[in-house]
């Protein structure tokens, strides 16, 4: 027999710590597999990253300008139009961090991205013009089809 004596609260302190180390390690490990999960479903839906972006019509072209996108990956970026419908599609990547980091907070999505835009004025879009800045802003340019564009002047008649 053992000259130790039986100490159950030094045997259940034990055994917490144990436990413990077993749930931060399996907790760290489904949060990352999770986490992989959710980008993949994202990337397939193609809701990987939303896009933000201003469109406005100066001087007989439309202009559309996104947010900077970050991540991007410049090689993934692709601008359709068919019909009234703009696309851009586009591939974002993390920046690569240590393994050890364990996130507070995660907002920035990363993975593919699809964008569409319903633009109803008649465009020339055979003479887009795309433009990619150094901090990811995406600028595409799109003349008017002026000969298929009508505005109407309202007057106003004051009071009837």
Do not use: C
Request: aromatic residues 4%.
């Amino acid at each position: 027999m053992s000259d130790q004596k039986f100490d159950p609260r030094k045997e259940l302190a034990s055994l917490r710590d144990t436990v413990g180390k077993v749930i931060e390690k399996g907790s760290q490990t489904a949060g990352k597999i999770i986490e992989q999960g959710i980008q993949t479903v994202q990337a397939a839906a193609g809701g990987g990253s939303a896009i933000r972006l201003d469109a406005y019509e100066l001087e007989n072209e439309v202009i559309i300008r996104t947010a900077p996108i970050d991540g991007l990956l410049p090689e993934s970026i692709e601008v359709s139009m068919e019909g009234t419908t703009l696309l851009i599609t586009g591939e974002t990547r993390e920046e690569s961090l240590s393994p050890r980091v364990n996130y507070l907070v995660r907002e920035r999505k990363f993975g593919v991205f699809q964008r569409s835009l319903t633009i109803t004025i008649p465009l020339k879009a055979q003479q887009a013009k795309a433009k990619l800045a150094k901090n990811g802003t995406l600028t595409i340019t799109i003349p008017i089809d002026v000969d298929n564009y009508t505005s109407i002047n309202v007057d106003d008649d004051g009071d009837e």
